[in-house]
T-cell receptor, first 111, second 117 residues
Framework: LAKTTQPISMDSYEGQEVNITCSHN???????ITWYQQFPSQGPRFIIQ???TKVTNEVASLFIPADRKSSTLSLPRVSLSDTAVYYC????????????FGGGTRLMVKP | GAGVSQSPSNKVTEKGKDVELRCDPI?????LYWYRQSLGQGLEFLIY????????KSGLPSDRFSAERTGGSVSTLTIQRTQQEDSAVYLC???????????????FGPGTRLLVL
């Protein structure tokens, strides 16, 4: 089971780009990388998923280097409403792998 | 409904009492998951249902915890003889197929906040 390591917390200001890096040194060949976002008093919400290189959607971008031992979630021009906990998950097609959330990164966006 | 719903939203109970938490998954989703989240912590997997298959109960913390899913839809998580350490937010999620592939998005409900006094 691939273990992930993320910073416990980060601070930013409105309008800035935020990059949250997740380390997953023992990622397996079939593993995908997925990020979820959780607002206070809500369940987590899927943000983005990727396997290699770069993935972009309307919410964020995900950068994955060639060795795939880390990944970076990039949030462009954050606003106060982006204050949340961001979870990085790594796993493959086995149910046990996809069900493990770490402590996440608590992002605080300040005015 | 449009999303996963859970009830009650909040539950306060006394130590030793039994509680039942309900989850209504998104219509058509065959997979259903229960997680527990203690204050300021990440999510802890409890149990996973996929269609009519036997559930994966590997995450249940003790035999006081049980869950069932009737008709492949609504699920109930039951905690017997509640203890103070059971206080947490209990989250339910569903996904379309539940193949176990991480490619599949899990849709979470708002959770039930359980406080055991």
């Amino acid at each position: 089971l691939a273990k992930t390591t993320q910073p416990i917390s980060m601070d930013s200001y409105e309008g800035q780009e935020v990059n949250i890096t997740c380390s997953h040194n023992n990622i397996a060949t079939n593993d995908y990388i997925t990020w979820y976002q959780q607002f206070p008093s809500q369940g987590p919400r899927f943000i983005i998923q990727g396997y290699k290189t770069k993935v972009t959607n309307e919410v964020a971008s995900l950068f994955i280097p060639a060795d795939r031992k880390s990944s970076t979630l990039s949030l462009p021009r954050v606003s106060l409403s982006d204050t949340a906990v961001y979870y990085c998950l790594v796993g493959d097609g086995n149910a046990g792998n996809m069900l493990t959330f770490g402590g996440g990164t608590r992002l605080m966006v300040k005015p | 409904g449009a999303g996963v719903s859970q009830s009650p939203s909040n539950k306060v109970t006394e130590k030793g009492k039994d509680v039942e938490l309900r989850c209504d998954p998104i219509s058509g989703h065959t997979a259903l998951y229960w997680y527990r989240q203690s204050l300021g912590q990440g999510l802890e997997f409890l149990i996973y249902f996929q269609g009519n298959s036997a559930p994966d109960k590997s995450g249940l913390p003790s035999d006081r915890f049980s869950a069932e899913r009737t008709g492949g839809s609504v699920s109930t998580l039951t905690i017997q003889r509640t203890q103070q350490e059971d206080s947490a937010v209990y989250l339910c999620a569903s996904s379309l197929v539940g193949s176990g592939a991480l490619q599949e998005t899990q849709y979470f409900g708002p959770g039930t906040r359980l406080l055991v006094l």
